[in-house]
């Protein structure tokens, strides 16, 4: 079942972020663009990857008003440990959720309830706390956070333009499509 223009579930959960512990909601992914990263594990290995490069992009998406969260199974505890432990993970700003109830991890049907873990799932939810966007890899496959960019400048300009959809490879200041009976077969 697609998640894709349902609300964000309640949830309640402990977080890290630059030192301090946080508890959020799932109301703290409203107002704002969010980026909501789910990955397996701390203190593994395709993980650090990810989560440096999703901050290598974080001052882009911080322009565009988009605040990241990445969530996994492990607790609040164990990502400010791997963040004073890891290079590639203390160089992270953006908040660390734990999910070790797996609420957050079932809400958004990423976890694989026989390991308690969470797949590699990527969601993009607008200001009123919608899902507007949802992409799940296997363990394997590591996640190239720069194509976050264009998602989100996407998904804003279609909220804010409404009747007008991107078509594929739309960049910013490109042409968009307005749907109609005379585009039909146009194509």
Request: aromatic share 10%; glycine share 8%.
């Amino acid at each position: 079942m697609s998640l894709i223009g349902k609300e964000v579930l309640p949830f309640q959960a402990s977080a890290f972020r630059q030192g301090e512990f946080l508890d959020l909601t799932e109301e703290n992914l409203k107002g704002q663009w969010s980026i909501v990263c789910f990955y397996p594990a701390d203190f593994t290995f395709v993980c650090p990857t990810e989560l440096e490069d999703l901050q290598n992009q974080y001052a882009e998406l911080q322009k565009l008003g988009v605040e990241v969260y990445s969530v996994s199974t492990d607790t609040h505890f164990t990502h400010k440990a791997w963040h004073e432990s890891s290079d590639a993970i203390g160089k992270i700003e953006y908040t660390m959720i734990g999910d070790p109830s797996h609420v957050i991890s079932q809400n958004f049907d990423v976890l694989r309830e026989e390991e308690g873990l969470a797949d590699r799932g990527t969601f993009i939810i607008d200001p009123d706390g919608i899902i507007q966007a949802a992409e799940i890899n296997a363990e394997g496959i590591g996640r190239d956070a720069s194509t976050l960019i264009s998602k989100i400048k996407a998904a804003q300009y279609v909220r804010n333009n409404p009747g007008e959809v991107c078509p594929a490879k739309w960049e910013e200041g490109g042409e968009t499509l307005k749907p109609s009976i005379d585009l039909v077969g146009k194509i």
